[in-house]
């Protein structure tokens, strides 16, 4: 903003972020690429492929694919009209069901199934707090058209496969089934005669709920309904033997790989389109927010969004929360310091000097320039601090008689023993070679 600009020349107060949607800077920037770098490298090794959908979608694959009585939907979801055409419009608060729609679109299940993954925002209008924003992060896998138990399994281990990338020891693995939708029908009518019977104790939630979905009354924060919830039958008293069956399996899979969980009946999920298997690795380090990742089997999700009926399985990371137990733990990276810094003490050496820069960084080296400021270029010794805090392990000199002879002199900065050389201009780039592989 120039000071030309009337909101500068009146004072203006500066603009802020919209409150739950934050900015990502250095250093922590660094935190979140060595996330993503890992993330990539696990998907690599399971050989799953990135997908990237858009974050606004028709508030019609939400309201079908999440269904109409839940949270995110009714209270949470950032929708609008588009004023040009008039379509509902949603920025997207999760991203399973627009994957699957970009499945359905693109015909990707034509010659089997697929191993997707995906990085990227998600918008959700709730009250901010720690591990949990407005704007949030989450990385996600999808993996479409495979029944068998055994993918339930791998999705599962994938996730702990990222948690040992990580550092991350102290994550604990909780797994229920939903069964299938005639077991949960029965159950349904069971919950519904239970809470009827308990209608005081009920919140207003909870009572909105009671027709509609109470299933998510299971999943009540509310400790005055904790008797109730406690109560109330149980899912697993309901499940036939394919669905037992198909639970036994899974977890067979997982001890055989060494994987600890345990059975949590309370288990349940936000949205309509899961069935059977349902997980959560969650931490006590994070204090209310400790789910990390959650997810589980939804079969009837693509013909729910106008596809052939095909298998699903995936789940949901949230970044922020897992980055909030790496900073915890003490985990993660270091910034990376600079191999080179430049210093110039004439502005006129600048031409060289660029030329230089780029010739050590197309053989490998980090190089960062120092930038004359609105003050002039700087004197020697103000540079030379500079180049000490950046952390850069030489410092090279364009010195005007150096420059004179086509040299530079070079200055270790980490090694007090080491003595300061002049290396000719055409030499550096072996330089640098030599450097690179020390």
């Keep these: 903003m120039s000071e030309s600009d009337p909101a ?4 203006a107060s500066p603009l802020r972020a919209v409150r739950g949607m934050n900015d990502i800077l250095p250093p922590d920037s660094a935190r979140w690429e060595w996330f993503e770098d890992a993330v990539r490298r696990v998907m690599c090794r399971y050989g799953y492929r990135n997908v990237r959908t858009p974050v606004v979608e028709p508030t019609a694959l939400f309201v079908r694919g999440l269904g109409e009585v839940t949270d995110i939907v009714e209270k949470e979801m950032y929708s609008f009209v588009d004023s040009m055409n008039g379509d509902a419009l949603t920025l997207r608060p999760e991203n399973t069901a627009g994957v699957v729609r970009a499945a359905i679109e693109h015909n990707l299940l034509h010659d089997g199934g697929k191993r997707l993954y995906y990085i990227g925002p998600m918008f959700r209008h709730e009250r901010p707090q720690r591990g949990r924003y407005r704007q949030f992060h989450q990385v996600g896998v999808e993996a479409l058209g495979h029944p068998g138990p055994e993918i339930d399994a791998e999705v599962i281990l994938m996730a702990r496969s990222l948690w040992r990338e990580l550092g991350l020891g102290d994550v604990r693995l909780e797994l229920n089934s939903l069964g299938q939708l005639d077991e949960r029908r029965a159950h349904r009518e069971a919950l519904i005669a239970h809470f009827e019977a308990h209608r005081d104790h009920l919140d207003a939630d909870a009572l909105r709920r009671l027709h509609t979905n109470p299933l998510r ?4 924060k509310n400790p005055a309904m904790s008797s109730v919830v406690d109560s109330a039958p149980c899912l697993a008293d309901y499940l036939g033997a394919a669905s037992r069956s198909h639970l036994e399996s899974v977890c067979g899979a997982l001890e055989a790989a060494g994987q600890g969980y345990t059975i949590n009946p309370r288990l349940v999920r936000g949205m309509d389109y899961y069935n059977l298997t349902v997980f959560e ?10 789910t990390l990742c959650g997810g589980g089997r939804y079969d009837p999700l693509v013909q729910m969004l106008g596809g052939k009926p095909a298998p ?11 980055l909030d137990l790496v900073a915890e733990l003490g985990l993660g990276p270091q910034p ?3 191999d080179v810094y430049c210093i110039l003490p004439d502005g006129a050496a600048a031409p060289v000097a660029i030329s ?19 003050e002039g270029q700087g004197s020697m010794k103000s540079q030379f601090r500079r180049a000490d805090a950046s952390g850069a392990r030489y410092a090279v000199v364009f010195g005007a008689q150096e420059l004179a002879q086509g040299c530079v002199s070079v200055k270790p900065l980490r090694d007090d023993q080491a003595t300061q050389t002049t290396h000719r201009i055409a030499d550096l ?3 640098a070679v030599g450097l690179r592989a020390a």
């Design 356 to 374: 230089v820069a780029e010739s050590l960084r197309s053989q490998g080296l980090s190089v960062v320039m120092h930038a004359a400021s609105a």
């Design 217 to 220: 009354i299971l999943d009540t």
């Design 429 to 431: 780039a072996q330089w």
């Design 281 to 290: 690795w969650v931490t006590d380090k994070l204090g209310a927010q400790g």
């Design 312 to 322: 699903g399985i995936g789940w949901g990371m949230g970044i922020e929360r897992v």
């Design 336 to 338: 990376a310091p600079p």
């Design 8 to 11: 500068t020349r009146n004072g």
